[in-house]
Each structure stands twice: as structure tokens, then as C-alpha cells.
């Protein structure tokens, strides 16, 4: 089972002399591809396998059950496990709305939604009739699917109705749907659930570099979670899944060095032993039912390297029939003779495998990249890294123009992620590739303080928001204007959450580093932003505020880095997209900046989705948003 903590901390790392992309040169024969409408590069079908502790195959092993946007908004699909068409289960127009489990016995199913991307979930019980029922009601409640018992006569349902900051456990009658609660938990986030249903897995999160694990014995009448990682220092811990024995905990940690790996902690003994170490992060790991195979997921540079393993045989899984890319989301048929995942690319959108597991021979279901697409007219992205203000390398993710040369070189942008700690990676994006396919250059940059680097990395910018990062976000422009094929007169930033306060912060606190910038649902006040912070994420509001900074404590110095209180400076064109029911980054963020900014007289535009919240599910906006990227970019930065 999957850890369910809201915000839990994750350490990745970055591999030492890891090789710099060569992005100086053009090649030999550089060719323009054919500019297709920005519709085209959304008008993909998005794809998704269950959640790793729910049911993708039926019990017959003949059928998955995917989440498809096919009609423009998220729905649940049965999708015939040797080809053929998707069948809708769900037909919402409006949530999207993710699968999340067959029953184990017969065709009901589980899903979740939420109302307009207000983040608060509830699960959904689709029985044999096509009845639903909300098995989660309330107003204000958020609800996590946690899992199935092994003898499938019980699933278990975390919520926060009791108490809006904390989540508690609840197992489920799989026939009556009467629940029981299980834990009653004071403050620690729900990580995992052994498959028998005795042991929960709980995350403390100190301060973002710092956590412990705890377990409870639910055959108690009044379970104590335990600590079961003693440390001294800062150490991060975070929880895998319980092995399907019972007998173990595979959890991750950083302690011996500056990358995730995963241990094993015997439950009877308490005896901890490695599992598996990598010169890069093990991001998860998953074992199949019966616990013969395993599966790593290892962060190697911002691409995803999945090994599967035969623990009986101690023997590598080879797949053929798989196309390069990222493969993920691997799930196994409940007997295992069939394994179901993903493979994207950055020229194609994630689509769904099945492989026959004793042959390892791979059959690909679905064909998620719009057939209007040439796949050879899109950018094949590459990593580059390049040295920032004081010499430390910044790595990042480079989408080079096809035709971009030094006798016709392309204008380019700075995109930021979101976070703070989040990463840029390979990876099909839509809105990345229209942009390259109009003729802009792309650094998806990872700044310091960006996962996946090591914890050194990662922990550079705390308390040093709006200094440190946004001198990486400056030199980046600086070091593409210096390349032979990109035009030397302006350059863009553009990034959303994070990297949208990072957009509103360059352009007030460094007003000449960049020529226009687009800001996507970004913190504008740090002080109402971290004040506001929804209850559901409980104790992990403490290692933000570590990160951060305290409002209660701090907030001269917040203020300080908040572009909303310099807004006055800015005087360079901006963008500014908002989803009128996020609650994480409010709209009120962005409103007052539109406002201090039109103030300067400074041209700003504002787009306001009424139906989107922190990210934009549905389609329509989605074309709509990315439209108007292109169109303020090719007014402001290249003077159309």
C-alpha cells in the first residue's frame, strides 16, 4: 500500500559527474518541423493505472481498470486486458474522476473525486447495477483510499471529518459497506497498512529534513504507535509498503548518505537490513501479491528507471516489445501471470502495456498521442546542466527548437516547477512541447532546492527563498542567452505554484533579468499563503514552516521575499492564470498582484478558470491556458 501523508517528505539525489547535455551546437542538419495548432498537442488521451494498493486488474485477470481524460475531463474505464475499446464506468462532465479498485470478487469498483479541484476527495462505490453511492458524504471532509485487506472481505478509508487537520483510519465491510474505525490517530500521517491488516505504518515529520516511522498494532484495543527509527541528526524516513508476508517493512531512508534507499525492517526482531541502494534515489518499490516479484523505481536524472525483479528465481525481468521511455505503474494480475504498466516519453504521453510475465513479451493498449501528431515533429528534450552565479552546476531539462540554429535562433524561457522542492522531468508535456513546436527554446530548470539531487542539494534554499533560487532562475537566463542558437535580445520566465511565485519574484526583485513572465496559480504572499495552508495537511505544516519559515515568527522576513509587497518594481509584462478553487495558492494571491501591477501601468493579462483548482484537469482549459502562453509570449517576447 501506498503512503497516503499529504505532503510527507521525500529525499532524492543527485548523482556526482553525471555527463552535461551538449547544447552549444547545432546539428549538421537541423530541419523546422510543421507547426500544428495548440490544440492538437492536448487532444492526447491522458491515461492511469490504479493507485499501487488498489485492484487494476478484474478478478478474472481479463480487464483493467484505467482513468482516461478521452472525453476532456477524468473518468473510469474497463479496458480489455488483451486490446480493444475503453468502456466508460463514469461519465462525469465536470470532477475529474479517478479509479481506484475493482472489488476482489466481482465488478464493483472504487473511485474518487473531488467538486471543481477543491482538493476535498471522496470515495465512490460503483456497484454491479451502475448505482454509485458516496461512501465518504460531507461537506468539508477529504477522504485517501488505504487499501484492501488480503482476504478482499474488507478495504480500508482514511478521512479527517473528525478532526480537519488529522486523518483517521476506517475499515469497510466489502459486502454492507458498514465501517468500523480502526485508529483514531493524534496527529501522524497514515503511511501504510500491512495486508492482514494488523500493522499501520505512520510518518512524524519533524522538519523537512527530519522524520521518524512509527507502527501500530491494530489487534490492540487502543493501538500505540511505536518509534521505530531512533535517530540522532537529521535523517529522513519515509515508508515503502509492508512486504505481502507480513512479516516486514520496507521503508526508505537517507542516513547513510546523500540518496534514498530502502531497508527492511523485520517486524518480529526489529532488525534492520538494506534492500536496495542505488547511485541515484530509489523513489518506490512495490512487490507483487504473493511477494515473488518486486519492483524498483529509481530517480535517475530526472527519468524514471523501473527494475523488476524475480525474487524466486534471483533474476531480472526483461520486458520486450516496449518502446524507449519511462516505464511505470507497474501492476501484477492478482495470479501474476500478467503485469500491467505505463511507458512515456517526451514526444509520447504515457500508455498502457500488458506483458505476459513468463514470456516478458509486451503488448501496448493504448495510443495516447493525438494521430494528427507526427512523433517526429517533436522535441526530443535533453539534461543539461550549466554553472550558476557561484559556480555550483544546476541541472535541468532543455527542449531545443527543431530548426533553432545560430543563423535562426529561437527566443527562450525559464520554466519553473512548482514545490517548493519539486523536480523537472522528462516526460511527455503538452504544454512544453507546443511552445518548442512555436519556436521557443525550453530550460525546465531544476534550482537548487529541487528533489532529486541529494539531500545536500535539496536543503540549499531553506529559509533562502526568493535569494538563492531565483539567482540559479537569472543565471539560467543569462546561459541561454550565451548559446550560439538561442536569440540573445529577451528571454521569458514562465512557471506555475513555486515556479509561479518564482515568475512574480524575479520580476520584482531582479527587474531586468527578464523580458516577460507568466505566473500560474503563484504564491504572491508568503505570509497569507502559509497562514492559509488547508487544515488536511496537518503535521506537515511543520516541516514546511522549517523550510519556510513561521509566519508567526518570521513573517518580516517573508514579507520580504513576497513579490506583492514590491510589486511596484515590476514593470515588465505578465501573465497571470488562476483556478478559482485553489486551495493552496488563493485566488485573492493573485488577484492583488494583477492589481498592483496594472497599477504600474505595466501590461498585465488575467485569466481566471471558475471550475479548476492548484492544476488544471480539464481540457478546455487546459488549450485555453496554454493559447494564451503563446500569444503573450509571441506579443511581448517577440513583438507580434
Not at 530541419?31 to 499501487?52: D, G
Not at 493579462?605 to 478546455?620: A, L, M, N, S
Amino acid at each position: 500500500m501506498r503512503q497516503l501523508g499529504i505532503a510527507a517528505a521525500v529525499v532524492l539525489a543527485l548523482g556526482a559527474g553525471a555527463p552535461a547535455a551538449v547544447a552549444q551546437s547545432a546539428p549538421a542538419k537541423a530541419q523546422a518541423a510543421k507547426v500544428y495548432p495548440t490544440r492538437a498537442f492536448f487532444e492526447t488521451t491522458r491515461y492511469q493505472l490504479p493507485p499501487q494498493d488498489g485492484h487494476a486488474f478484474s478478478a478474472d485477470g481479463k480487464r483493467l481498470l484505467i482513468s482516461s481524460d478521452a472525453t476532456g475531463v477524468f473518468n473510469a474505464y474497463v479496458l480489455p486486458a488483451a486490446g480493444g475499446t475503453p468502456q466508460a464506468l463514469t461519465t462525469s462532465a465536470k470532477d475529474a474522476t479517478f479509479a481506484i479498485s475493482w472489488f476482489p470478487g466481482d465488478d464493483r469498483i472504487l473511485f474518487s473525486a473531488d467538486q471543481g479541484g477543491n482538493e476535498l476527495n471522496h470515495i465512490y462505490v460503483r456497484g454491479l447495477d451502475g448505482q454509485v453511492r458516496d461512501l465518504t458524504p460531507g461537506e468539508k471532509l477529504k477522504a485517501q483510499f488505504a487499501g484492501w485487506r488480503k482476504d478482499g472481505k474488507a478495504f480500508y478509508v482514511a478521512t479527517n471529518e473528525r478532526d480537519p487537520q488529522t486523518f483517521d483510519l476506517y475499515a469497510f465491510d466489502s459486502a454492507t459497506y458498514e465501517r468500523r474505525m480502526v485508529f483514531k490517530n493524534s496527529g501522524l500521517s497514515i503511511a501504510d497498512l500491512s495486508d492482514d491488516g494488523r500493522w499501520l505504518a505512520l510518518v512524524k515529520e519533524r522538519t523537512s529534513a527530519n522524520s521518524d516511522i512509527f507502527l501500530a498494532d491494530l489487534t490492540q484495543a487502543t493501538p500505540e504507535p511505536k518509534l521505530i527509527t531512533p535517530h540522532e541528526g537529521a535523517v529522513a524516513f519515509g515508508v515503502f509498503e509492508f512486504t505481502p508476508d507480513g512479516k516486514a517493512l520496507v521503508y526508505s531512508t537517507d542516513e547513510p548518505g546523500e540518496f534514498a534507499q530502502a531497508w527492511r525492517h523485520d517486524l518480529a526482531t526489529g532488525a534492520k537490513t538494506p534492500l536496495v541502494a542505488e547511485k541515484w534515489d530509489v523513489a518506490n518499490l512495490k512487490f507483487s501479491p504473493s511477494g515473488r516479484y518486486r519492483a524498483d523505481y529509481i530517480n535517475a536524472d530526472a527519468s524514471t528507471v523501473l527494475n523488476l525483479h524475480d525474487l524466486s528465481a534471483n533474476r531480472r525481468l526483461k520486458l520486450t516489445g516496449v518502446p524507449a521511455g519511462d516505464l511505470n505503474s507497474a501492476r501484477f494480475s492478482r495470479d501474476e501471470t500478467k503485469l500491467a504498466f505505463t511507458v512515456a516519453s517526451d514526444t509520447s504521453p504515457a500508455d498502457i502495456f500488458v506483458a505476459d510475465v513468463a514470456t516478458g513479451k509486451a503488448r501496448r493498449l493504448t495510443k495516447a498521442l493525438n494521430p494528427q501528431i507526427t512523433e517526429s515533429d517533436l522535441v526530443e528534450a535533453s539534461v543539461a546542466r550549466f554553472k550558476s552565479y557561484d559556480g555550483l552546476e544546476i541541472p535541468g531539462i532543455l527542449y531545443r527548437p527543431k530548426g533553432a540554429s545560430a543563423a535562426k535562433p529561437a527566443h527562450a524561457i525559464v520554466w519553473v516547477h512548482g514545490g517548493p522542492g519539486g523536480q523537472s522531468r522528462r516526460g511527455y508535456s503538452a504544454d512544453l512541447q507546443n511552445l518548442a513546436n512555436k519556436g521557443y527554446a525550453v530550460y525546465a530548470i531544476n534550482n537548487r532546492g529541487s528533489s532529486g539531487y541529494g539531500k545536500t542539494f535539496y536543503h540549499l534554499d531553506d529559509k533562502k527563498h526568493g535569494d538563492v533560487d531565483l539567482k540559479d532562475v537569472t543565471a539560467a537566463g543569462r546561459w541561454l542567452k550565451s548559446l550560439d542558437w538561442v536569440a540573445d535580445d529577451k528571454v521569458a520566465v514562465v512557471g506555475g505554484s513555486y515556479g509561479g511565485y518564482m515568475t512574480a519574484a524575479t520580476l520584482a526583485f531582479e527587474p531586468d533579468a527578464f523580458d516577460v513572465g507568466i505566473n500560474i496559480f503563484g504564491v504572491t504572499n508568503w505570509v497569507r499563503t502559509l497562514e492559509s495552508i488547508p487544515p488536511w495537511w496537518g503535521e506537515a505544516r511543520d516541516s514546511l514552516y522549517d523550510e519556510l519559515g513561521d509566519p508567526k515568527t518570521d513573517a518580516e522576513r517573508l514579507r520580504r521575499i513576497s513579490p506583492l509587497f514590491h510589486a511596484k518594481n515590476i514593470r515588465k509584462p505578465l501573465l497571470v492564470v488562476q483556478g478559482k478553487n485553489d486551495p493552496r495558492v488563493l485566488q485573492v494571491e493573485s488577484d492583488e498582484l494583477v492589481a498592483a501591477v496594472k497599477a504600474n501601468g505595466v501590461p498585465v493579462e488575467y485569466i481566471v478558470f471558475p471550475d479548476e483548482g492548484h492544476g488544471f484537469q480539464r481540457r478546455e482549459n487546459r488549450v485555453t491556458a496554454s493559447e494564451a502562453y503563446v500569444k503573450f509570449l509571441d506579443r511581448h517576447l517577440r513583438g507580434r
